[in-house]
């Protein structure tokens, strides 16, 4: 199985680093403001990171990082404080983002509370080293937090979904959990309409009916040192 350090950027050292924080901090607090007053974020990160000098990379940080206020008291109320006994699973976001976290490279934390990669699928996946830890670590984590059924949906178009489908069924074999595995080809669109939804996704999160945030604390508790890009408080 190959090696990978899944959305490794070798400049991401710089671009996230301590010498970065004082820019990426002001143009966090001038894209909040501007998409608060109804600029979209697209058109503030553009505004915003041409006047920063800001990367491609530093730019789509910023627009996963950072959420309206309304966006924010929305997905809160709607966000479940407990597992439930039934969870839905965005599956490429929610094992991509463990594969980032366990390879040592970017994650970011949403002011939403939810942690996000910059990896991106892109239409390929590849089954990595990394990816069978990722997948027991949230079997595990569900069958510890008292979690019964799963239910994972992944993308029918994406390159290998059916392969991970295969490696999530079998680890899932002896488990407490009983799981299920469904390609879709438009999981977006499935999930935006469910309850007790796992993702770090915002349009689904703005759509779905109730949202558990389950990645976060399986990195608190099994990648603690995870490396996570914060930004001060953001909420202005």
């Known amino acids: 199985m190959e090696t990978v350090r899944r959305g490794y950027e070798p400049k991401d050292v710089v671009e996230f680093g301590p010498g970065a924080a004082e820019k990426m901090n002001a143009a966090a607090r001038e894209i909040v403001f501007l998409i608060n007053r109804g600029y979209d974020t697209k058109s503030a990160c553009t505004f915003v990171g041409d006047h920063h000098l800001l990367s491609t990379r530093q730019r789509t940080a910023l627009a996963r990082i950072t959420s309206t206020r309304a966006a924010l008291e929305e997905r ?6 407990q597992a439930p006994e ?7 976001n929610t094992i991509i983002t463990l594969e980032v976290a366990l390879s040592g490279s970017l994650l970011l934390e949403g002011m939403d509370g939810t942690i996000r990669d910059l990896a991106g699928l892109r239409g390929s ?7 069978v830890q990722a997948v027991e ?18 993308d029918q178009q994406v390159s290998n979904s059916g392969r ?19 390609l879709h080809p438009g999981v977006d669109s499935v999930l ?27 990195m608190e508790k099994a990648v603690p040192n995870a490396w996570i890009f914060r930004l001060d408080n953001l909420r202005v």
């Open 76 to 81: 809160e109320r709607k966000r479940m404080i």
């Open 164 to 182: 991970l489908r295969g490696l999530i069924l079998e680890k899932a074999a002896d488990r407490g959990v009983q799981v299920q595995v469904e």
């Open 86 to 92: 039934s969870l839905v699973l965005d599956g490429f």
């Open 192 to 218: 935006s309409r469910m309850e007790s939804v796992v993702t770090a996704d915002a349009i689904i999160l703005d759509k779905c009916g109730s949202w558990y945030n389950l990645n976060r604390g399986l």
């Open 137 to 154: 670590l949230v079997l595990h984590g569900m069958e510890e937090q008292g979690v019964k059924s799963a239910l994972f949906y992944l």
């Open 125 to 131: 996946y590849r089954i990595v080293d990394k990816t």
